[in-house]
């Protein structure tokens, strides 16, 4: 990564952390992201069932941009061993951090564009609101070059982000289809349109149960694209 997009992305999520973004925007205390990531694993288990990664015993697993490892140390649950998952992260303190909270897994400090890991290494790369973040077309490019490297030939990037632009977050930029399939053109795409609209979800309070599936049924409401992406090298 160029010295300046690092800097610009490090500025901003010392931002987010200064002001507690994370915990107040995602705190799972509201009803509405509870439901978003129960719909999120719940959509994200049936397409590793549906392509034969179920369960996550054999793989080895990289999450590229872990923040504080949750959605990493989760995996667990369907099977992956502590040892074989680790975690890259840019920022050294959200790094040190998600050691702190999760210490059996392998957290790394370091960018998603130059990796030290070893070619074919992964089974899975994970990047979860990861490329969103990155403004410059040629890192993006440079990251995903660095996936399929790391990338065990018939792996698989597991994709979550942004699909439509925010306009509160002038430091995102979503990712069309078309423009995720340019970062990977060897890699199939399976990808689901998913998450209620999240200032909507937070706001439905008791009648999430209810309000968000009906809701989440009209696609120009959903902004994320999850899904895996195939490789079929042998």
Known sequence: ??????????????????????AILWSPENMGNRAIVHERHT??????????????????????????GDVLASLIEWGALPQNLCGLELLP??????????????????????QAFADNSFDLVLFFTVFSSVLDESLRRRMAAETM???KPGGAV????????????????????????????HLKQELRMTTLLPPLARRLGNLTAVMYPILNKFPLLRTHYLGLLLDDRS
């Open 1 to 22: 990564m160029s010295s300046s997009e690092i800097e610009r992305i490090q500025q901003v999520y010392q931002e987010y952390s200064a002001a507690n973004l994370g």
């Open 43 to 68: 959509a994200l288990q049936r397409l590793l069932s549906t392509h034969g990664r179920l369960p996550l015993t054999e793989f080895r697993i990289l999450d590229a941009g872990c923040g504080s």
């Open 93 to 114: 303190q959200r790094a040190a951090a998600a050691h702190d909270r999760h210490p059996t897994l392998q957290i790394h400090q370091g960018n998603a564009a130059s």
């Open 149 to 151: 490297r790391v990338l």
């Open 158 to 185: 597991i994709w979550y982000d942004l699909r439509i632009p925010n306009p509160r977050n002038q430091n995102t930029r979503p990712l069309s289809r078309k423009a995720i399939a340019e970062l990977f053109p």
